[in-house]
């Protein structure tokens, strides 16, 4: 079955410190990956999202992600957060060509200031 | 230019009532997508519409879960008697036709909070 796992629920870091979120799926054939960001009393929005070639993919807010097809991963990476970086984080993987839409459970992120 | 949109932002309802939840996607955008957040968890995919059709309706959770969209616009989710299990926020999202910048890329709206009592 499709699948999505981040396999942190809740993150707290100080600011500049560096994060890392991990996401791995399972879906089969080629697909499309997402990072969604939902800060606080805001709609989920894109951070960023890898379709073909180069797989660092950098997004806003000096956000970045690395595809590695070997691990089924999509780690999701900034090496120095800051305060309003808090927010809940979304993985997400659609087939190539696609529609369908696979989330993982979210990431709560708290920076401390 | 406007996002999308959703009505009522809430909605509390007794158990056994249908409820109907509306979603205005952004102008132009051929896909349209319904998912529901429960408390502490992910988004739990629904539905999607390409155009007025919606060729894959595997995420409704049961027969009493139907959504239709008119005009390539407007879509509404109707859930007939409802249940507490229900009671969870209902997100709407639509994307742009192939060919773009932003092909695949979905823009969310506010969601609408359902509560069953």
């Known amino acids: 079955a499709q699948s999505v796992s981040q396999h942190n629920h809740h993150v707290i870091l100080s600011e500049a410190a560096s994060l890392e979120l991990g996401c791995n799926y399972s879906?089969?054939?080629?697909?499309?990956l997402f990072w969604y960001v939902q800060y606080p009393g805001q709609h989920l929005q894109l951070l960023l999202k890898?379709?073909?070639?180069?797989?660092l993919v950098k997004g806003i807010k000096g956000f970045e992600a690395e595809f590695i097809k070997s691990k089924f991963s999509f780690n999701l990476r900034k090496p120095s957060v800051q305060w309003s970086d808090t927010a809940e984080y979304f993985c997400?993987?659609?087939?190539?060509?696609?529609?369908?839409?696979?989330f993982g459970a979210g990431t709560r992120l708290f920076v401390k200031a | 230019g406007a996002g999308v949109s959703q009505s009522p932002s809430n909605k509390v309802t007794e158990k056994g009532k249908d409820v109907e939840l509306r979603c205005d996607p952004i102008?132009?955008?051929?896909?349209l997508y319904w998912y529901r957040q429960s408390l502490g968890q992910g988004l739990e995919f629904l539905i999607y519409?390409?155009?007025?059709?919606?060729?894959?309706k595997s995420g409704l959770p049961s027969d009493r879960f139907s959504a239709e969209r008119t005009g390539g616009s407007v879509s509404t989710l109707t859930i007939q008697r409802t249940q507490q299990e229900d009671s969870a926020v209902y997100l709407c999202?639509?994307?742009?036709?192939?060919?773009?910048?932003?092909?695949?890329?979905?823009?969310f709206g506010p969601g609408t909070r359902l509560t069953v009592l």
């Open positions: 519409f390409q155009g007025n059709s919606a060729p894959d």
């Open positions: 102008s132009g955008h051929t896909a």
């Open positions: 879906y089969g054939g080629t697909v499309n």
């Open positions: 890898y379709f073909s070639g180069d797989p």
């Open positions: 997400a993987v659609t087939n190539t060509g696609g529609f369908k839409t696979i």
């Open positions: 999202a639509s994307s742009p036709p192939t060919g773009g910048s932003s092909y695949n890329e979905q823009f």
